[in-house]
């Protein structure tokens, strides 16, 4: 089985340059999820997605910070204009959703993509 | 207050003893508990998962859940180098729509030979 699928593993940009970063969430799965990890502010969620539709973006850090799901087996985070703060690893994120029981089921990642904005 | 809290660590632990993690949150209406583990320059991945108060095993892991004292914490007997690594705790915080997790800040371990 596949797991998440990320592209590109490394992006070097320079600052106002536009940044598309690409996520293939585990078939089958519903729910999708965007993380930054960075040194001073650990792993935090950005958006995540049920069932292709955005139910929390509260983490976005602005609006230079977009996020799509047009199908079930794609997802992009797009940063326009980008700018060095934005420099992270950025990781998806995807999971069956709930199990059957109704608890929060466990989220596979991605191996997530090194962004570097100069 | 964080949501979730963990030691940044690190923590030494020689090889075979037992390195203990704790963590605590701060919704006590969590239902589900992860824990992860990263190493340098790789992704999280899934260690154990409990739902449940007490402990549950899972090879030379423990995972031990207190809702009542909101902590989990996670044993790890007979340590190898191998498992050198950042351990992150993960609680799933009531209120959030759908299936939202919130992670700890992680407690990186390090085993000595």
């Known amino acids: 089985d596949a797991g998440v699928i990320q592209s590109p593993r490394h992006e070097v940009t320079e600052m106002g340059q536009e940044v598309t970063l690409r996520c293939k969430p585990i078939?089958?799965?519903?729910?999708l999820f965007w993380y930054r990890q960075t040194m001073m502010r650990g792993l935090e969620l950005l958006i995540y997605f049920n069932n292709n539709v955005p139910i929390d973006d509260s983490g976005m850090p602005e609006d230079r910070f977009s996020a799509k799901m047009p199908n079930a087996s794609f997802s992009t985070l797009k940063i326009q204009p980008s700018e060095p703060r934005d420099s992270a690893v950025y990781f998806c994120a995807s999971s069956p959703g709930r199990d059957r029981r109704g608890n929060t089921d466990t989220q596979y990642f991605g191996p997530g993509t090194r962004l570097t904005v100069l | 207050q964080k949501e979730v809290e963990q030691n940044s660590g690190p923590l030494s632990v020689p090889e075979g003893a037992i390195a203990s993690l704790n963590c605590t949150y701060s919704d006590r209406g969590s239902q589900s508990f992860f824990w992860y583990r990263q190493y340098s320059g790789k992704s999280p991945e899934l260690i154990m998962f409990i739902y449940s108060n007490g402990d549950k095993e899972d090879g030379r892991f423990t995972a031990q859940l207190n809702k009542a004292s909101q902590y989990v914490s996670l044993l790890i007997r007979d340590s190898q180098p191998s498992d050198s690594a950042t351990y992150l705790c993960?609680?799933?915080?009531?209120?959030?729509?759908?299936?939202?997790?919130?992670f700890g800040g992680g407690t990186r371990v390090l085993v000595k030979p």
């Open positions: 993960a609680v799933n915080i009531l209120g959030a729509a759908g299936n939202k997790l919130t």
């Open positions: 078939s089958g799965h519903n729910s």
